[in-house]
């Protein structure tokens, strides 16, 4: 026996032990002895020592792993450090020039008291001090924009402009509140302030090439996805091997209750000569052709695009600039805001792009995960056909096929219907629609305006408690009717039969700001004649603003039936949940309640308030959440279906009412509410959720009162019941008491 | 072949380097911000200075005015003395 302390391998004996260890990097004692046994190379070497290579192997090999993924994150703080220390060097250089300025004409000022000083001498002043102003909007002089070298000259100008926009302070850009300053975070973002429309600007490091981070920011539909249409009507060649493109692009409106944007822009990519390469892109006036707006308000580009340098290793160092006027006076004053926010523009536009190049860096660089044997890609056609499924819906574009049905007195629900669903559904979809009873899809629609409710908080409660709104009756119909061979009468009873849902993570982008998942539906059947009811039912779902940090972003809770086999072009008719801030204006006065959205335009447009509407309190978060839920119908049942539809749209609006109610910091009740609740109102409604879950539960009443009494009664009772134990939790920086009361198990 | 204590060694080195690196950006970034305050600042004052300047230029072009019309007799020394430069260059 080898009794050194320091064991030498012959390079046979390494080979050998690092081939048991690809295939094996802990193995047991047995496998070790084993191993010697075997092995005749290894035949005189110590059990113990065996041992020790083993676990100095893996020691090296933990070490390994952590000097990568050090190297990575100093690779990243570097991009992040030259960014910083350019833009310190601008600003620097700027402030400098101010001072100069500043010092300068308080000099004139003061010897223009004394006025020894010639007029030429004011003149300079005058024109340095206006240079020093932000990018005055120079007029264009008239060209000739139906021939290549005027395109060009548009072209060349938008490029100077973004430039100096991107790397420069040609816009007042402000740090966007929430952005971490981490290795991982999407680098700077900054949104405008005090300039035309809205710009939101963001910068930092991806690990791909220039070309491929290129070929991804033009393909605008797969990552912005209020993107309906881009349509490239013409392309013209450029020196230096660029291109001029004329673009017709076509959004989704976000709200039902404005209308959706289009723009007709110059798109002009080239390289510089230090290697990088440039996507600018700007509106042209309508004289210039393109097609003329139709259902569409023509929205303003102004220079905006992407500066991609390359950086050391095969990444790029990115800098988006998103400039738009959004024509935000044709909207409705309660919704102005939402055309107005930079913020809105940064997380939909700026930083949805950025992450999507990051997600699809990942991926090509095998850093992500698969699930399921899917791949990356497939998953996201998945995300994307949802959001573009329920984007179609809320917008419900009238050449798509779309028309509003008559609705019955009451303006809170639109009924739409769609008979020719080939256009603008999934492909999938077709294969159903050739049956010869297939009427077509359907679509409900509502809004509501929310006060002092966040929005990621609502769509969390909605997804987790999905049985708080959903109606198991209306799923059981959208699920069989997937089938082919939907129910003969569609069921609608109001949201006795009790289910509950199991949800199965699928993905998740790598900022979390997205997931996708599966639920799965179960009901629990008490009576015979609900057996054949109760079935398991699967909703693929798609979950987006509810992250952490995600104070005053959009969020949204999208999902669709799904075939329990799950093929990667199974169809989908997505439904959901839609959740978009209104910056707060402190000017404006303040509604105390939820209001449906028509009686607020109502009463703005009449001049009269609703009554019990309590002005000047403290906080103005309000949002907009639109519902828009999609069905098909076979022909003779379309009545019936929208009946449904309409109902249950209905009862979803009562029930959001309700969570936001809940949700909402406690305030002084209005006449939305028949009953006033001296106590805490969260307590109350969950005193009711508990006895109404006891009741699903176990079929009997949990209290002698009547749920429906007095909220103060309910709780009184719960309270002294026997066997309730009192637990409460209160998150702090969440408006939201949670008291959990559990009851002991009767045997 | 590098050994443990070498990776552990530049490990630890590399884990220093990048927390000096990531304080360093929030440093600059701290800055940025200082500056860009700066400039907003320094701008909102130019802005006033130079309205101010026009004033003045307008004013003193408004006196001027009444000279190349004729004499209109109430002009103040000091313009006269410009008047007198005026006449002297030419």
């Not at chain 1, 223009?112 to 340095?128: I, K, L, R």
């Not at chain 1, 973002?189 to 035309?196: L, Q």
């Not at chain 1, 959009?554 to 801030?581: K, R, T």
Request: hydrophobic share 35%.
């Amino acid at each position: 026996m080898d009794t050194s302390k320091y064991v030498r391998y012959t390079p046979e004996q390494v080979e050998a032990l690092e081939r048991v260890y690809a295939e094996c990097p802990k193995p047991t004692s047995i496998k070790r002895h084993q191993l010697i046994r075997e092995c005749s190379i290894l035949s005189n070497v110590d059990p113990k020592q065996i041992k020790v290579w083993f676990q100095n192997r893996r020691c090296r090999e933990k070490q390994r792993k952590e000097a990568s993924h050090l190297q990575t994150v100093n690779r990243k703080l570097t991009a992040m450090n030259k960014l910083l220390m350019e833009e310190n060097d601008r600003l620097q250089k700027q402030v400098s020039h101010l001072v100069y300025d500043n010092g300068y004409m308080r000099q004139q000022l003061h010897t223009q008291v004394n006025s020894t000083t010639t007029d030429t001498c004011c003149e300079t002043v005058v024109v340095s001090g206006q240079q020093q102003q932000q990018n005055p909007m120079a007029q264009h002089p008239q060209r000739d924009v139906n021939s290549p070298t005027g395109l060009l000259a548009i072209a060349e100008e938008t490029l100077a402009e973004f430039l100096s926009k991107a790397t420069g302070t040609a816009v007042d850009w402000v740090q966007m509140i929430g952005m971490k300053p981490g290795p991982e975070s999407i680098g700077i973002v900054t949104v405008s302030r005090n300039c035309d429309g809205v710009a939101a600007r963001a910068c930092g490091l991806v690990s791909l090439e220039p070309m491929k981070v290129a070929e991804i920011l033009k393909d605008r539909p797969s990552w912005y996805h209020d993107c309906r249409c881009l349509d490239i009507l013409s392309v013209i060649p450029t020196g230096k091997g660029g291109t001029i493109e004329l673009i017709y692009l076509q959004t989704y409106a976000p709200t039902t209750l404005a209308s959706a944007r289009d723009f007709w822009t110059l798109r002009y990519t080239t390289s510089l000569e230090d290697g990088s390469l440039v996507i600018c892109e700007r509106s042209l006036t309508p004289t210039t052709g393109g097609p003329p707006a139709t259902s569409s308000v023509r929205a303003t580009m102004l220079p905006s695009g992407y500066l991609i340098r390359p950086f050391e290793g095969g990444g790029s160092i990115i800098h988006i600039v998103d400039h738009i006027d959004l024509d935000a006076c044709s909207v409705p004053e309660v919704l102005r805001p939402l055309y107005e926010s930079s913020k809105i523009l940064a997380q939909k536009m700026t930083m949805a792009a950025f992450r999507y190049v990051r997600q699809i860096a990942q991926e090509t660089n095998g850093e992500i995960q698969y699930v399921g044997g899917r791949q990356p890609a497939a998953l996201r056609a998945f995300s994307q056909r949802l959001c573009r499924g329920f984007n179609n819906a809320v917008s419900g574009f009238i050449d798509d096929g779309w028309t509003i049905m008559d609705n019955d007195g009451l303006e809170d629900v639109t009924i739409a219907v769609n008979s020719s669903p080939n256009k603008f559904l999934d492909a999938q979809y077709n294969t159903l629609s050739i049956l010869p009873t297939f009427g077509g899809v359907l679509c409900a629609r509502a809004s509501m305006l929310l006060q002092d409710v966040c929005p990621a908080l609502l769509v969390r409660f909605l997804r987790e408690h999905r049985s708080e709104w959903a109606d198991y009756g209306v799923d059981a119909y959208s699920s069989a009717s997937l089938k082919a061979s939907p129910y003969a009468v569609p069921c609608a009873r109001p949201g006795v039969f009790p289910s509950s849902q199991v949800i199965l993570p699928l993905a998740q982008t790598v900022e979390h700001e997205e997931f996708l998942e599966v639920v799965r539906l179960e009901g629990h059947a008490f009576s015979p004649e609900n057996i054949a009811l109760s079935r398991d039912m699967y909703l693929l779902q798609l979950c987006s603003g509810i992250e952490e940090n995600a104070t005053g972003a959009c969020a949204q809770l999208v999902f669709a039936h799904i075939d329990e086999s799950f093929g990667d072009d199974a169809p989908l008719l997505p439904s959901g949940f839609s959740v978009i801030p209104l910056e707060p204006k402190s000017d404006s006065p303040i509604a105390a309640r939820t209001l449906d959205l028509a009686s607020t335009l109502e009463a703005r447009t009449g001049g009269t308030r609703p009554a019990g509407e309590v002005e000047g309190s403290k906080y103005n978060h309000r949002s907009v959440l639109t519902i828009a839920f999609q069905f098909t119908f076979e022909n003779h049942y379309r009545e019936n279906v929208a009946a449904m539809a309409r109902q249950y749209v209905r009862n979803i609006v009562g029930s959001v009412q309700r969570v936001a109610m809940a949700i909402a910091p406690s305030r002084l009740c209005s006449q939305m509410t028949p009953k006033c609740f001296p106590g805490s109102p969260e307590a109350i409604t969950l005193a009711r959720w508990i006895c109404k879950s006891y009741k699903v539960h176990t079929g009997g009443e949990l209290l002698q009162v009547d749920s429906q009494a007095a909220g103060d009664a309910v709780l009184k009772q719960l309270w002294h019941h026997t066997d309730s134990i009192m637990c409460c939790s209160v998150k702090m920086n969440v408006r939201f008491c949670s008291f959990f009361i559990c009851k002991p198990s009767r045997t | 072949m590098i050994s443990i204590l070498q990776f552990k060694a530049s490990n630890t080195a590399m884990e220093r380097q990048n927390s000096e690196l990531y304080l360093r950006n929030c440093q600059i970034m701290m800055e940025n911000e200082r500056l860009r305050k700066k400039a907003q600042r320094l701008n909102q004052e130019n802005q006033a200075l130079l309205s101010e300047l026009r004033r003045k230029l307008a004013a003193i072009n408004a006196k001027r005015k009444p000279e190349f019309e004729g004499d209109m007799g109430s002009s103040s020394a000091s313009d006269q003395m410009e008047a007198n430069k005026r006449q002297a260059l030419e």
